[in-house]
C-alpha cells in the first residue's frame, strides 16, 4: 500500500507530507483547495507528464516522493523481474525531481527512465482520475477489461495466439513475395546466379582475411621494424660498450669478486645472472627475428591484391567473411526458390494453411474462454450496480467475430447495458450518463479487484452527478472495496466522507505574500466540524454538528466490516 506522500514545491504546495492508512482514506476540502493538485502528484511520481510550470514560483525544483510497502508475493515478484532492488521490509521508495530543464526519476536510490517507471506504476497503482471513465466509452478498452477479468485462463492463450499470428503473418508475406512475373523471375534468378559466381570464385576461407591483413601490415612496415630492432639489439648486447648485456656482464664478474664475503651478495649475484640469462636469450630472438627479415616484393603484391578482394566483397555482401558466407546461404536459397518457384509456392501455401488451422483453433478457445467470462463478469457487475441504486439494470458483453485474425485473436466486445425496465441492451456508450459511467467504472473496481496485484486504488471525484441515496450506496462500495484494498478517495459528498477510515482535508492559506496548500489529518470532533461543513453548514452550530454526528454513526452503523 501507499505508506506516504512527500510534495515539495509543486505549485502551491510550499512542503508537505502525509501517512495514509490501510483501508478507506478520503481527502477532502474546499473547491479550488488544491485536491487534485495532491492525488496529482502522486501521478507525477509514477512518471506523469511534468511541466516546468508546475515548479512553484521562486523555487529552482519540485519534488515528490512516495513510500510503498508490499506485502503481496505476486506485487513482489512482478517489482523483482523488472529488476528493480525491494528492501528487505518490502519498501519501495520512488522519487521524483523536476527542474526547469529535465526531470530525474529514482527508485530505491537507483535512477530509472519513464517506460520502466511507467511498468511499475502499472504494478503499484490504480489510479481513477475525473476522465478515466470516459475510457467505458471506448468499445476497444472492453475487451481489454474481459480479459484482464478472465486472469490467467486467457493469458496463456493469447500468447499463444500472438507467437503463431506472427508466424501466420510472416507466411503471408512469403507467400506475397513469391508472386512475381517472368520477367522478374528472371531478373532476380540472373542477379543471385552473378552474386554467388562472384563469391565462389573468391575461394574465401574463414580467418583468412585477418591473417592476411597482419602479413600486410608486418611486410608494409617491414623497414621500421628493421631499424627499430638492430637498434634494439644494439641496446641490449654484448658487442659495444653501452649494450645492456655487456654492462650486466661486467656488473656480474664485479659482484661475483666479493660474493664469498656475505651470502646477500651471493643472492644479489644469483639475481643479476637470471638477468643477464634473460638479456642474451632476447638478445638472440632479436636477432633470429632479423635474419628471418625479409620483404618479398611478389608476395607483398599477391597479399594485397587478395585483400583487395576480399574487402570489395565485404563492401557488397557483409562486414566480415563468416556474413559473406551467410549471404551467399541466402541466395543460394533464394535461387533454389527461383528455380522451383511452384513447388516453394505449394509448400510455404501448405505451411499457411496448417497456421491458419492452429491460429483458428486458438482463436476458438480464447472466444470460449471470453464467452464464459463475460457471463460471469456480467452477473457480478448486475448484482454491484444494483448495489450502487440502478434500480432495474441489465448488462451483458457482447462477442463479435471480427473480419480477420489479430494478435489477439478474431474478438470485438462491447458492454451492452440497460438502466430501465423494458428497454433493451444497447452499447453502453449511447446509454450511460456521466454519474452512471462513475458508478459503473466503481462497480468494475470492485468485481475485477480479486484478479489485480494492485494493493492501492486512487478514486478522484467518484462523485460527479451523484447525491442522496446514490451517494451512500457508492460509499458502501467504496468501503467494502477498501475492506481488502486500500482506497484513497476525493470527495465532496459527506455520505462519502463520512465512511473514512482516515479523513485528510486539504487546506489553502495564505502566508505573508504567498498562497500555500497543506494536508492534515484530522480526528475526533474536527471530523464533525469538516462534516458540517460539507452539509452547508457556514457556521459550526450545535445543530450543524448534531447532524454531522448522525451521519457519522450512520456510516458506522452500515459499514460492511
Known sequence: MLVSL?????????????????????????????????????????????????????????????????????????????????EEDGLVILQRRIMPQRSISKVNGETVNAKLLKELSGVLIDIHGQHDSQQLLQSKKHLEILDDFAGKEITGIKKEIKEKYHIYRKLQEQLKETNLDEREKERELSLALFELEEIESASLKEGEDEELENSYRKMSNSRKIAEVLNNVHSLTGYESDCGAGGAAGRALRELNSVSAFDTSLEEMAGMLTDIDGLLNDFNRTVSDYL?????????????????????????????????????????????????????????LEKELKLARTGLEKLCARATKIRKDAGKKLSALLIDALLDLNFNQVDFSVALEKKEGIGPDGWDDAAFMISTNPGEPRRPLASVASGGELSRIMLALKTVTAGQEDKDTFIFDEIDTGISGKTAWKVSQKLALLGKTRQVICITHLPQIAAMADNHFVIEKKSMEESTVTAIAEIRGDAILDELARMLGSDTITESSLANARELKEMAANTKQY
Not at 63 to 85: A, M, N, Y
Not at 312 to 317: A, E, G
Request: hydrophobic share 35%; proline share 1%.
Open 6 to 86: 512527500h510534495v515539495k514545491n509543486l505549485a502551491l504546495i510550499q512542503e508537505t507530507e502525509v501517512y495514509f492508512g490501510p483501508r478507506l482514506n478520503i481527502l477532502t476540502g474546499e473547491t479550488g483547495a488544491g485536491k487534485s493538485i495532491i492525488i496529482g502528484s502522486v501521478g507525477l511520481a509514477l512518471g506523469g507528464r511534468g511541466d516546468r510550470d508546475l515548479i512553484r514560483t521562486g523555487a529552482d525544483y519540485a519534488l515528490i516522493e512516495l513510500v510503498f510497502h508490499l506485502e503481496k508475493e505476486g506485487q513482489l515478484e512482478r517489482v523483482k523481474k523488472l529488476d528493480i532492488p525491494v
Open 291 to 347: 635474419s628471418d627479415l625479409e620483404f618479398d616484393q611478389n608476395l607483398f603484391l599477391q597479399i594485397e591484391e587478395r585483400l583487395n578482394i576480399i574487402n570489395r566483397l565485404k563492401d557488397k555482401y557483409g562486414s566480415t567473411i563468416d556474413e559473406i558466407f551467410q549471404y551467399q546461404q541466402q541466395k543460394q536459397e533464394e535461387m533454389e526458390r527461383l528455380l522451383d518457384a511452384d513447388a516453394y509456392r505449394e509448400k
